[in-house]
């Protein structure tokens, strides 16, 4: 029953919810009212169930998980897809999958109660706009990578703690994956082409159609004053993968002086990622051989690795930079120091249990590049759901902006 003191919260968060709906449907909506629309709505949900409700919804989180990745390997949601509004029976499903028919039912109970498709009449399901998403790299590819990858760490993560005295893992080499399985993560993706495939495509969906680090960052801090003659650096793409983001900023500026490097392990780099740019193999782990760019550019790096891994990278690339003109730019998650998104907070869990990885939140993150020898001169924030973009300059000496 609903006490008179709980009543006017539930009814102020509604009414909060219907104005930020109303900015978030706006023709000059922005990501921020999206997804304080989202948290608005997750306090509106716990406000109005009880304890034990609460309780329970987290208990059954991990067969919902199983039962969606066992429908991804029958490749039931492009069926429906296909079939569009007509939709499919569980008969038909059974027909087509070569699953038993009281097995289809039971999974499909709990893909209709997550929302990903409709069931409007008894064992008929009808797919919706969250159907068409899970046949797109995101899903098709994000779910059975990420469950295969995490969950056997994760069934065994209470163990892990329990074992290691409740003590967050310090070492790559011995992160609760290493523990559990045998294995890192990068080695589980490297054993099998069709992993890492899936991996990249996941990584490379997640931020399909969200702004470029260049978009959220003030170029132009760069650009002024930048040196042009031949030898000049510009920008150090380090551990760049294949080179997308450099790509993308050469499209984007391709007035900018100054070479574009893009570095990462020798077999990774071993074809050109595209005209103006230089591939050169390179671990992040050995000093820094190019010297004085403008910016040294890390992507997703240092949420893979624990603080005194990521010290010796930095330090590394101090060691390149010139005072008063480099500057080291990363694009990576900026938790807020209070009330961190639960996506955030999660992955934060998914990050040290795979590596011993760490996502920062911002005091996190200026107490890690103050002891390697940095300043943070900015902090731009875009889409909260995505990272932000942090540039720091060596501490000895005042940027030149």
Same mark, same amino acid.
């Given at each position: @029953?609903?006490?008179?003191?709980?009543?006017?919260?539930?009814?102020?968060?509604?009414?909060?919810?219907?104005?930020?709906?109303?900015?978030?449907?706006?023709?000059?909506?922005?990501?921020?009212?999206?997804?304080?629309?989202?948290?608005?709505?997750?306090?509106?949900?716990?406000?109005?169930?009880?304890?034990?409700?609460?309780?329970?919804?987290? !208990?059954?989180?991990?067969?919902?998980?199983?039962?969606?990745?066992?429908?991804?390997?029958?490749? #039931?949601?492009?069926?429906?897809?296909?079939?569009?509004?007509?939709? =499919?029976?569980?008969?038909?499903?059974?027909?087509?999958?070569?699953?038993?028919?009281?097995?289809?039912?039971?999974?499909?109970?709990? @893909?209709?109660?997550?929302?990903?498709?409709?069931?409007?009449?008894?064992?008929?399901?009808?797919?919706?706009?969250?159907?068409? $998403?899970?046949?797109?790299?995101?899903? /098709?590819?994000?779910?059975?990578?990420?469950?295969?990858?995490?969950?056997?760490?994760?069934?065994?993560?209470?163990?892990?703690?329990?074992?290691?005295?409740?003590?967050?893992?310090?070492?790559?080499?011995?992160?609760?994956?290493?523990? %559990?399985?045998?294995?890192?993560?990068?080695?589980?993706?490297?054993?099998?082409?069709?992993?890492?495939? *899936?991996?990249?495509?996941? @990584?490379?969906?997640? /931020?399909?159609?969200?702004?470029?680090?260049?978009?959220?960052?003030?170029?132009?801090?760069?650009?002024?004053?930048?040196?042009?003659?031949?030898?000049?650096?510009?920008?150090?793409? $380090?551990?760049?993968?294949?080179?997308?983001? *450099?790509?993308?900023?050469?499209?984007?500026?391709?007035? +900018?002086?100054?070479?574009?490097?893009?570095?990462?392990?020798?077999? $990774?780099?071993?074809?050109?990622?595209?005209?103006?740019?230089?591939?050169?193999?390179?671990?992040?782990?050995?000093?820094?051989? #190019?010297?004085?760019?403008?910016?040294?550019?890390?992507? %997703?790096?240092?949420?893979?690795?624990?603080?005194? !891994?990521?010290?010796?990278?930095?330090?590394?690339?101090?060691? %390149?930079?010139?005072?008063?003109?480099?500057? !080291? #730019? #990363?694009?990576?998650? +900026?938790?807020?120091?209070?009330?961190?998104? =639960?996506?955030?907070?999660?992955?934060?869990?998914?990050?040290?249990? !795979?590596?011993?990885?760490?996502?920062?939140?911002?005091?996190?993150?200026?107490?890690?590049?103050?002891?390697?020898?940095?300043?943070?001169?900015?902090?731009?924030?875009?889409?909260?759901?995505?990272?932000?973009?942090?540039?720091?300059?060596?501490?000895?000496?005042?940027?030149?902006?």
């Amino acid at each position: @029953m609903t006490t008179s003191v709980e009543n006017p919260t539930i009814l102020s968060l509604v009414e909060d919810i219907k104005q930020t709906a109303l900015q978030d449907q706006s023709p000059g909506r922005s990501a921020e009212s999206h997804f304080q629309l989202l948290g608005l709505i997750d306090k509106l949900r716990l406000a109005v169930e009880t304890p034990t409700e609460t309780v329970l919804r987290l !208990i059954y989180q991990p067969p919902q998980n199983a039962a969606l990745r066992t429908i991804m390997d029958l490749g #039931i949601f492009p069926l429906l897809v296909e079939q569009n509004k007509r939709g =499919l029976s569980a008969t038909e499903l059974a027909r087509r999958t070569g699953a038993e028919r009281g097995l289809i039912v039971r999974l499909m109970r709990v @893909m209709t109660a997550l929302g990903l498709c409709a069931s409007h009449e008894s064992e008929v399901y009808i797919a919706t706009e969250k159907t068409a $998403v899970m046949t797109q790299p995101i899903g /098709r590819d994000g779910i059975p990578c990420i469950y295969d990858l995490t969950m056997p760490t994760l069934a065994k993560l209470p163990d892990y703690f329990r074992e290691h005295h409740y003590i967050s893992p310090k070492e790559y080499s011995r992160s609760p994956m290493q523990w %559990a399985v045998g294995q890192s993560q990068f080695e589980w993706l490297a054993q099998s082409k069709h992993r890492q495939g *899936l991996f990249n495509s996941y @990584m490379s969906s997640r /931020r399909h159609g969200k702004p470029s680090w260049f978009d959220v960052y003030p170029v132009e801090r760069l650009t002024s004053g930048v040196m042009d003659h031949p030898e000049a650096v510009f920008l150090v793409d $380090v551990g760049g993968n294949q080179g997308h983001d *450099l790509v993308k900023f050469h499209d984007k500026h391709p007035e +900018v002086p100054g070479r574009l490097i893009l570095q990462d392990l020798p077999k $990774v780099v071993s074809r050109c990622p595209g005209e103006g740019i230089q591939g050169m193999g390179y671990s992040f782990l050995d000093p820094q051989p #190019i010297k004085g760019a403008r910016a040294y550019y890390f992507r %997703a790096i240092f949420h893979d690795w624990p603080d005194h !891994i990521c010290r010796k990278i930095l330090v590394n690339t101090i060691s %390149a930079m010139d005072p008063g003109y480099s500057r !080291i #730019i #990363i694009s990576d998650f +900026v938790l807020p120091d209070t009330d961190a998104q =639960l996506l955030q907070a999660s992955l934060d869990i998914q990050m040290m249990s !795979i590596g011993s990885g760490v996502e920062r939140s911002e005091r996190q993150w200026r107490e890690l590049l103050d002891e390697a020898g940095l300043e943070i001169t900015g902090i731009w924030k875009g889409n909260p759901g995505m990272e932000s973009v942090i540039e720091a300059v060596r501490k000895e000496e005042p940027s030149m902006l």
